[in-house]
């Protein structure tokens, strides 16, 4: 079967290139028929090999060829499947599909609908590349690739300032993380000789403590731009300017998880180093908490969930780093479903509400439009982690695992966030679709969403019961055995029942009552959120401003950079360097000014000069060249 | 007791030559300073003949026939020169005749 | 002693020859052809030279006879001087009939009379060329030297062409009795004017001895002064300027080179061949006065408006090149190169430097000026003279595959196969210096527009000249082999 | 030497166009331009017909021509290629003929003139790379600045003739001191065996005293920087970048920086191996500052050409870089990076000329929203942008990954360092674009459904006075018609050849491998 299975990337591609070269002028709304039969096509072809991988656990590998032959640095494209990669193939080109099948309704009768559905398979292609990678370079290559099409398609209506910006922020932010992640692909090549997984993860001993901790954390700074972590994380939020099945399939469910997985993926090296895994889980923790803290300020809808996906991300991270891969790869999976679930569910409430995304402007909708409720509903229950939907088995194993990884402070950070998390989700719930409306009725008329985009809706909301099962029962589900090739000598620690159980009755307490505070608040009106935000003060003007990271970064690095430069060259090239080859010649010229002065033009002069250089250079000669004076 | 020697001619010469090379630095008139070169080229004469009488060989005399005969034609020219000058400017002073300079 | 009269081998002197005859017959068409009607005689000149030129082929040069008690020889080195003199007057001879005979000049210029001292100064050039004798290089550079006063003055109602020639002439006529007492010293204390026997005295003088006796000494200076005059070397080039830009444009493109070339042939016979024992004596100086040349003229050329002045001043830089070649001379082992470069550089020289003396003149005939001004917009007005005019620059300028970019390269051979390489260094940097000047007036052609008044005239001679230039300029590089491999031959010429 | 003089042939048909049309005196424009045409396509055929004969296993040098010319001064013709003068070869030639096209509409004065000197320039450049005698490759070096100056001068912009003079003196100053050192190289190796020769395979067998090394190393590095152009040797480029016409900026910056690196590779390395071992630290000290000094300097540009020009200096720093990191894929990365920049920058430059073409500014804040009515023209903008600021997948990724893989390698700081090139070349590269080619150009009325105008703030623009001199008032896009036939004729062969090297570099370096491991030997051949 290996050898067809280049088709699930090519598939896309082809379908994005056909679009992008035809679309305009022949294909226009066909494009969209040709780009979801593609996805379609490679989900299908996914799904024998994830069930090959899932009956004999062999890896699969496909050589197509080798891109740079560069004598000892020989770099090959090389197709790889192990569990993981089976894993996310499913994932990817699944929620891909719904979300292709979703974007037909959404974005009906756009101008530029040909290239959208030229960017979205490519960006499926690129991300398909990306897991399907074995070695770090190819990895690196799609890295990018994903990051180009997040770019293309957050700046899609590109007409739009902000939104421009906000595609060229999220490349540059990217490309920072990638600054690490680039010399982490350097320093491991130039250490181990070779940049194939199979070739490193087997000999990574070889190499010192510190630099196995230095190539752990390098790679890190990638997923940190990638995964949208502290301090990188600002690109996300903004990138929801891009249309929101953009959101959903690559700012929720697949791209940002990129990070996450490349950790998974080098959990070789980096299970290998203590210090970076500390470092991995502190940091994740923060951007969880930072993250919860500022969703619950936010009043755009789009953006709260953003922000969730910020905290979420945050949590696999923190996974990963307490040594719960497993669970993170879990967390990942669940995520992709229920997030992309709440991203589609905000498209279909602002495709009903024409455009609108504030949420002080909406409220009562859940008579317009029951069943984008309900879904969206079920996506947030999921993502507050209430039992038995999925977030809440992987959510509760990731807290659970940095118990086990005896990291008391991070679990207690996890179960702070995991209140916040509980808090906006429902505060988001109840301000769309409950209390009164607060849109005028005469402009907007909200209306449920057409079939091709209720359908995805409730599939995933399927999905988002469901697929928390394949993890149950908590640590020795089915997934674990699945994974567990993927993550050798791994500590399984077997976990007492009661400890599970102990875990989740606090999860699920932690969880309801954040469900009741928001319904106190926002349907019984007997709490004034407004009154809370008064008497945290500063606390709240802090998370309402997104802790002022944008501002600081303004401040500390862009306008110094900017002032450099100006500096370099205003200064340096136009005085110093063109300075000095001007200064020569104006020098040359000052001479020559001076010196034609001896050509006085009297005849007198002249004969001096003559009379004058004879003198001179007979004495010269008499005085050093001669024997005359002895 | 003071036969002729040839220094005599060499210093005769050399005295006349310097003579002549100061006059052309110091002189202002065009005709004095023209005169003092040809009195270079006359100390030239001498201190030839004078080498030439040393020798006792022709050479250097033939040498001095030669000399005066172009010293001749460049009289002629020179004072060519100085009538054409003379003809557009009404001087000699050749410190008035720098229209062509640095 | 007694003289006994020999029988001179008239084959050897056959171009000489033809060219007295081809004064005579320009004296007499004067009388004959009325005072309105002589453009003929020009006809008559290019004959002549023409002939002469033909007529070098009719001697055994290889075999370095001499005749007059070797008063006269015509060995290779006077075969490549005569070469040079010759192309020189031809090409004078065709860019200045026109510029003669039109009225550019206030005062009507005779014809004859120009053609005539025009060959004067040619017949002394070929004679230093020739010359087995002090008494020969002192009778031809005083022959070529007069009749180039004359000529410098030859418009002789412009003030400043009067000025040019009283200066000149006073300079020359001071220079020439340094250069002849000079001579005097050289025969005072070898007691021979011929060259080959200086030579052989100085050696036996030499031998043993590291310096030489002052009088030898200042008879060595005193030469290296007057000539350094002739060949216009900083800080003897007073006269320059003021002599180039006064005279007559064609005679300043003629005087730029034959008594160059003159005084070069006169330094070559007297240094190399005559005093070459003395050598380690003289070629410091030579290489000092060639640096301070080079960039003397150069630099100052940068600021001159004038191109004819600027023109001057880089003729004299090149002076400085030149000398870099004599410079890398040696007794003992002979650098072929050295004299090589000097012959090559004077030929390609001859080309480039007329031509673009030629341009001016051009433009002079079309009621311009000769300020840098009156180039503006020629690349529009005349794209094959400007065309002309951009060859001669980047050929002056050193830049391949131009004819001027062989000659400076064979002189920076010369200079580091004699090891001075800082003076190769000098060279490139002197024409690094040159470009500004060069390149400012292919910028006036090409990058500025046009202004002025444009009187259109037909010169056919003139554009013949700048077409044979032009070609030369661009082709005579390319195939510089034979005349380098002649050049070359001056080593069996100075027997060294 | 077999029967056909392939090399020459492709040197001099250029040169023989350029006869033609200056023999026809008075030939109507569009003749010159199909003379012209003719002429480079010529070349471009004859470029191709060599690649065919080149044999990719052979290591030195093929299709050799030479017939003696000045023996005496060791001054023979000799032209030959091998695997590192081929890539450049065609991309000169096909160069050559895009830029033929692209300005067959731009140039209307003195079309006559301008075509002679473009065909010149061509064979200046053809040359370069293929002569094998140093004589013969300095002739050809210095052909190439007139017509170049001659080009930026006459059909140039506002303040081309300053731009045209500095250019000419700055580049002719720096190759002059290396006349010098051919020459004493020339007398070194006749004074060690008698021969006199300026055949660069003889010269190389010869063995340098080590200051002698020394002094000729640096005389020709000095010309080789300047060309590049090396930090502190950049200053030219920008202004004459900023002044040429379009067809210029591409050969200047497509073929004319080249000329540097494959000079470095061709003379220096092979002839002077121990003071390029010795001067290897100082140059890649000066290649680092180069690359992060222009990405840099391009962060503020308000002139397109100026930005793309430093963005230049930026690339053009990991050739020097690449080379000497004296390993394999220092040596490929450097290649690679050469022709990709021809490629890439060479199409950026067609692109500015497209939009001054219609728009007649090349001031980044008078521009914007071309998407809109140019979509073909925002494709290739964006496919090319994205190749510069090295985009896996494109040319520009592979090269300069090699190189600064091969500089990590020997010289960890300066890899991490020019690494950080990514983050500041997406900045310059994507704020460009994003005024440019996405947004709206300030003619234009706003955007109603703009969040930014309700909530006013996003990053403010570095805006900068000053740029071309050219007139200033607001473009409006919507009056500009999208890329024409000619146009995408020009952009499409270098946009698939970028994608080419991206997608397969394999086949290129190929081509070079013999040639570069032959050239590594003397440093110990690392990486192969």
């Known amino acids: 079967m290996s050898s067809w299975l280049f088709l699930i990337p090519l598939l896309p591609l082809a379908a994005a290139v056909i679009n992008f070269l035809f679309g305009r002028w022949f294909l226009q709304h066909a494009s969209q028929w040709i780009a979801t039969l593609a996805v379609a096509a490679s989900f299908v072809l996914s799904i024998p090999v994830f069930l090959q991988i899932a009956s004999d656990e062999q890896s699969i590998s496909q050589h197509l060829y080798t891109w740079i032959p560069a004598g000892d640095f020989n770099i090959p494209v090389t197709l790889f499947v192990d569990q993981l990669t089976a894993t996310m193939l499913l994932v990817v080109s699944g929620v891909g599909l719904l979300v292709h099948i979703y974007s037909i309704g959404y974005m009906h009768g756009d101008p530029g609908i040909y290239r959208f559905f030229s960017y979205l398979p490519l960006f499926v292609f690129s991300m398909l590349m990306l897991v399907l990678a074995d070695n770090f370079l190819v990895l690196f290559v799609f890295w990018e690739a994903v990051g180009l099409c997040s770019f293309l398609l957050i700046g899609f209506w590109y007409r739009r300032r902000s939104a421009a910006s906000a595609a060229k922020k999220a490349f540059i932010v990217n490309r920072v993380g990638d600054f690490g992640f680039g010399i982490g692909i350097l320093l491991i090549f130039v250490t181990y000789g070779t940049i194939e997984y199979a070739g490193v993860f087997g000999q990574v001993g070889d190499a010192t403590q510190t630099t196995i901790t230095v190539i752990a954390l390098l790679l890190f700074t990638g997923a940190i731009g990638k995964s949208a972590q502290l301090p990188l994380f600002v690109w996300l939020p903004d990138a929801m300017e891009g249309p929101t099945p953009v959101s959903a399939l690559i700012h929720a469910a697949t791209m940002v998880t990129a990070g996450i997985f490349v950790i998974a993926r080098a959990y070789p090296i980096v299970s290998q180093s203590a210090d970076a895994m500390l470092v991995i889980a502190i940091i994740g923790a923060a951007t969880a908490f930072i993250a919860a803290t500022i969703a619950v300020t936010q009043y755009d809808i789009k953006k709260v969930v953003a922000y969730s996906t910020v905290s979420q991300l945050g949590f696999m991270a923190f996974a990963l780093g307490s040594g719960a891969w497993i669970a993170a790869i879990f967390h990942l999976v669940t995520h992709a479903f229920f997030k992309g679930l709440l991203f589609l569910g905000a498209g279909s409430v602002i495709h009903g509400m024409h455009e609108e995304q504030d949420m002080r402007k909406m409220g009562g909708l859940k008579k317009y439009m029951p069943l984008t409720y309900w879904t969206f509903l079920i996506g947030a229950a999921a993502n507050a982690g209430i039992i038995p939907l999925a977030g809440f088995w992987s959510k509760d194993e990731i807290i659970l695992g940095t118990w086990l990884g005896d990291q008391p402070i991070i679990m207690v950070v996890a179960f702070i966030t995991a209140f916040f998390t509980s808090l906006y989700m429902f505060r988001a719930v109840f301000m769309t679709f409950h209390g009164e409306e607060r849109f005028d009725a005469e402009q907007v008329h909200p209306h449920e969403s057409p079939r091709v985009m209720t359908i995805p809706l409730v599939v995933l909301a399927f999905f988002a019961v469901t697929v928390g099962f394949i993890g149950f029962p908590p640590e020795d589900g089915w997934f674990h055995h699945f994974l567990d090739p993927v993550f050798p000598g791994m500590p399984h620690p077997d976990v007492a029942w009661s400890t599970i159980v102990l875990f989740a009755a606090i999860s699920t307490v932690i969880a309801l009552s954040g469900l009741y505070i928001q319904y106190m608040a926002y349907v019984k009106r007997s709490i004034s959120p407004r009154g809370i935000s008064e008497l945290l003060g500063p606390l709240y003007k802090l998370a309402a401003n997104r802790w002022y990271l944008d501002e600081i970064y303004d401040v500390l690095i862009v306008r110094p950079l900017v002032a450099f430069s100006m500096f370099l060259w205003r200064f340096v090239d136009a005085q110093v360097i063109d300075g000095t080859v001007n200064g020569v010649g104006s020098l040359v010229t000052y001479t020559s000014n001076q010196w034609r002065r001896a050509q006085t033009g009297l005849i007198a002069n002249y004969v001096f000069a003559i009379a004058l250089g004879a003198v001179i250079i007979i004495g010269a000669f008499m005085i050093f060249g001669s024997n005359l004076f002895e | ?102 | 002693m007694p003289l006994e009269l020999v029988h001179p081998e008239w084959g050897l002197i056959v171009p000489l020859l033809i060219m007295v005859g081809t004064i005579f017959a320009l004296l007499v068409a004067d009388l004959i052809l009325p005072r309105d009607n002589q453009g003929a005689v020009a006809w008559v000149a290019l004959a002549g030279l023409v002939a002469s030129l033909a007529s070098l082929l009719t001697i055994d040069w290889t075999a370095g006879e001499s005749t007059f008690n070797g008063m006269f020889r015509a060995d290779s080195f006077s075969l490549f001087i005569n070469i040079v003199v010759l192309v020189a007057g031809i090409l004078a001879v065709l860019i200045s009939s026109s510029y003669v005979q039109s009225l550019q000049e206030r005062g009507t210029m005779p014809m004859p009379e120009y053609l005539v001292l025009v060959m004067f100064s040619i017949l002394g050039a070929m004679l230093v060329g020739a010359a087995g004798d002090l008494l020969i290089i002192f009778i031809g550079i005083e022959m070529g030297s007069l009749a180039v006063y004359v000529l410098t003055g030859f418009a002789r109602r412009r003030m400043t062409s009067i000025e040019g020639a009283l200066k000149y002439f006073l300079l020359g006529a001071f220079a020439s009795a340094i250069l002849v007492f000079g001579m005097a010293w050289i025969y005072g204390s070898t007691g021979t004017t011929s060259i080959p026997e200086i030579s052989q005295q100085v050696g036996a003088i030499m031998a043993g001895e590291q310096l030489p006796e002052p009088a030898l000494l200042l008879a060595l200076l005193l030469l290296a002064v007057g000539l350094a005059f002739k060949i216009a070397a900083v800080p003897f080039h007073m006269w320059t300027p003021d002599a180039y830009q006064g005279a007559p444009t064609p005679v300043s493109a003629y005087m730029s080179v034959v008594p160059k070339v003159a005084g070069f042939a006169a330094l070559a016979r007297v240094l190399a061949e005559g005093l070459g024992p003395l050598s380690e004596t003289w070629l410091l100086l030579i290489a000092i006065l060639a640096i301070i040349t080079m960039f003397y003229g150069n630099v100052v050329a940068i600021s001159q408006r004038d191109v004819k002045r600027m023109l001057a001043y880089s003729s004299i830089g090149h002076t400085g090149y030149i000398l870099v070649g004599l410079a890398a001379f040696s007794e003992d082992v002979p650098i072929e190169m050295s004299i090589g470069s000097v012959l090559f550089y004077l030929f390609a020289y001859t080309f480039m430097n007329i031509g673009a003396f030629a341009v001016v003149t051009w433009l002079q005939h079309r009621g311009q000026g000769v300020d840098l001004d009156s180039f503006n917009g020629l690349g529009v007005r005349s794209p094959l003279t400007a065309l002309a005019m951009t060859v001669f620059m980047f050929s002056l300028m050193g830049v391949p595959p131009l004819i001027g970019f062989y000659a400076k390269y064979y002189v920076i051979l010369a200079a580091i196969e004699a090891e001075m390489i800082w003076l190769a260094v000098a060279v490139v940097l002197a024409s690094a210096v040159s470009a500004v000047f060069y390149l400012r007036v292919v910028v006036a052609m090409y990058f500025n527009d046009a202004e002025g008044e444009w009187r259109p005239q037909t010169t056919p001679m003139l554009g013949f000249g700048l077409m044979i230039m032009a070609v030369g300029t661009i082709a005579l590089g390319f195939f510089s082999g034979p005349v380098l491999d002649l050049a070359m031959n001056w080593v069996d010429a100075f027997d060294v | 030497m077999d029967s056909l003089p392939i090399l020459s042939l492709m040197t001099y048909s250029p040169l023989a166009g350029a006869l033609v049309i200056l023999l026809w005196v008075n030939a109507p424009a569009n003749a010159a331009r199909w003379i012209a045409l003719v002429a480079a396509s010529a070349s471009l055929v004859f470029s191709l017909i060599m690649l065919a004969m080149f044999d990719r296993g052979e290591s030195g040098m093929q299709l050799t021509e030479s017939f003696r010319w000045l023996p005496d001064v060791g001054i023979e013709y000799q032209l030959g290629v091998d695997g590192i003068s081929l890539p450049l070869i065609i991309l000169t030639t096909l160069l050559v003929v895009i830029s033929i096209i692209a300005s067959w509409d731009a140039i209307q004065t003195r079309v006559r003139e301008y075509m002679i000197v473009m065909l010149l320039l061509a064979t200046g450049m053809i040359g370069v790379f293929v002569s094998l005698n140093l004589f013969l490759f300095y002739i050809f070096w210095e052909v190439v600045l007139i017509p170049m100056a001659l080009m930026i001068g006459i059909w140039g912009s506002a303040n081309r003739i300053y731009a045209a003079v500095k250019f000419f003196l700055y580049t002719l100053a720096g190759s002059l001191l290396m006349l010098v050192a051919i020459v004493a190289t020339y007398q070194s190796y006749f004074e060690q065996t008698g021969e006199r020769t300026l055949n660069v395979l003889q010269l190389t067998q010869g063995d340098y005293s080590t200051d002698f090394q020394m002094w000729v190393f640096l005389a020709f590095f000095l010309a080789f920087a300047i060309k590049i152009p090396l930090w502190p040797f950049h200053t030219w480029l920008p202004d004459a970048h900023v002044e040429a016409p379009t067809a210029g900026s591409v050969l200047l910056a497509g073929v004319l920086l080249k000329m540097g690196g494959y000079g470095l590779i061709r003379f220096n390395l092979p002839m002077f191996p121990d003071a390029s071992e010795a001067f290897a630290p100082l140059i890649v000290v000066l290649s680092v500052i180069a690359i992060i000094y222009g990405a840099f300097v391009a962060l503020v540009q308000t002139d397109l050409k100026k930005l793309v020009a430093y963005s230049s200096v930026s690339h053009m720093g990991f050739v020097t870089l690449g080379i000497f990191a004296f390993n394999a894929q220092g040596m490929y990365g450097a290649m690679i990076v050469m022709i990709s920049h021809g490629l890439v920058t060479g199409a950026l430059f067609l692109l500015v000329g497209v939009v001054y073409h219609r728009a007649h500014t090349r001031l980044i804040e008078k521009l914007g929203g071309l998407a809109t009515n140019m979509p073909i023209y925002a494709s290739f903008f964006g496919l090319f942008m994205l190749a510069s600021l090295g985009l896996p997948g494109l040319s520009g990724f592979v090269g300069e990954f090699l190189a600064i893989l091969a500089a990590f390698r020997e010289y960890q700081l300066a890899g991490i360092i020019s690494m950080a090139v990514v983050i500041l070349s997406a900045w310059y590269m994507m704020w460009m674009f994003q005024r440019v080619v996405w947004q709206r150009a300030p003619g234009e009325p706003p955007d109603p459904d703009d969040p930014e105008l309700k909530l006013a703030n996003g990053d403010a623009p570095p805006t900068v006075a000053g740029g071309s001199g050219d007139h200033h008032e607001d473009v409006d896009p919507r009056t500009l018609t999208d890329v024409n036939a000619k146009e995408i004729l020009t952009l499409a062969p270098l946009a698939a050849l970028t994608i080419w090297i991206g997608v397969q570099p394999g086949p290129f370096m190929d081509l070079m491998r013999p040639a570069l491991e032959a050239l590594l030997q003397p440093f110990g051949g690392t990486g192969f």
């Open chain 2, 1 to 102: 007791m003071n036969e002729l020697m040839p220094e005599h001619f060499m210093f005769l010469s050399a005295a006349l030559f310097i003579i002549g090379m100061v006059g052309v630095l110091t002189r202002r008139n065009v005709l004095v300073i023209f005169m003092c070169v040809e009195l270079m080229l006359t100390a030239v004469n001498i201190s030839f003949i004078g080498f030439a009488w040393e020798f006792s060989q022709l050479t250097g005399q033939i040498f001095a026939l030669f000399i005066i005969a172009i010293a001749a034609a460049e009289a002629v020219i020179g004072l060519g020169i100085i009538m054409a000058l003379t003809r557009q400017r009404d001087t000699v002073d050749i410190d008035e005749v720098r229209e062509l300079r640095q």
